[in-house]
């Protein structure tokens, strides 16, 4: 629990700094940033359990931890896809029922291979999960637009952040190998810049996992920092960020710590 309050920190902690630089980017063009604050509904059953916190960052904003239930959710929905214990099945009557309207708790962020559906993975029905695949889970301003919307409109209180071993677009990243199109090119030109440095005497495979949990950690301060939607909603607690790894083998979905254990976790 308390590896997950250090992660809330951190996300909180980028969110501020951005908030801080448009805050201030603001400021010098004379316009309010505070003016422009997201207004939505607070998540559905979080209210009794937030505690709020002040920071000396955020005088004006309290920072107030977000619902952790949502999280708790699809957690026990990976374990029973671990076990193979699936609940779900989808059916004729629950695809009825939302042809009336969608009310997703939770966005997935994740990458596009054919293995990472995060309905599987979670076992979660129809309609509980917002699922924005990009190859290497990226986002640009259409994945992010998408996510907003999620966010704003559909009122969703997780944004997930998945990644997986043996990602190909990391590892064609992490190959240096020109692509041979433009558009494939954007994708590896997007991931390259957060490569951390090679460990000595690391084996191949370590250093594509290295690449890997920090393509996902970018990705993830990406949504906060380009965001001002996912930013407002993280700063105001209506919005849990999470870092996540999925092992392709066994299955299992592994939270990420925060940055500074990164070089510390170099078992895999
Ligand atoms: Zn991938």
Same mark, same amino acid.
């Given at each position: ?48 359990? =937030? ?9 004006? =904003? ?110 064609? =990243? ?95």
């Amino acid at each position: 629990m308390h590896r997950r309050h250090r992660l809330v920190a951190v996300i909180v902690t980028l969110a501020l700094a951005g908030f801080a630089a448009i805050a201030a980017a603001q400021h010098d063009s004379h316009s309010s940033s505070h003016s422009a604050a997201v207004t939505s509904a607070p998540p559905k059953a979080a209210a009794p359990k =937030a505690k709020v916190k002040e920071t000396k960052e955020a005088k004006t =904003a309290a920072i107030v931890e977000p619902d952790a239930r949502p999280w708790a959710q699809l957690m026990s929905g990976n374990r029973r896809f671990v076990k193979g214990e699936h609940l779900v099945t989808s059916t004729r009557d629950l695809r009825n029922e939302l042809a009336n309207g969608q009310h997703p708790d939770v966005i997935v962020l994740t990458c596009s291979d054919s293995r990472l559906s995060p309905e599987w993975i979670f076992d979660q029905p129809m309609g509980e999960v917002f699922v924005v695949r990009t190859a290497g889970n990226l986002v640009d301003p259409i994945a992010l637009g998408s996510i907003e919307y999620a966010v704003e409109h559909l009122h969703a209180k997780l944004l997930v952040v998945m990644g997986h071993e043996k990602c190909g677009a990391v590892a064609a =990243a992490v190959s240096g190998e020109d692509m041979p199109t433009e558009n494939l090119d954007a994708i590896v030109r997007k991931i390259r810049p957060g490569i951390p440095p090679a460990r000595a005497n690391a084996s191949k495979d370590a250093l594509l996992q290295d690449a890997i949990e920090a393509n996902i950690r970018r990705s993830a301060t990406d949504c906060v920092v380009a965001s001002p939607i996912v930013r407002e909603h993280v700063v105001h607690g209506t919005l849990a960020v999470v870092q996540a790894v999925y092992h392709l083998q066994s299955g299992e979905v592994e939270e990420l710590g925060n940055p500074t254990q990164l070089s510390d976790n170099d078992k895999r």
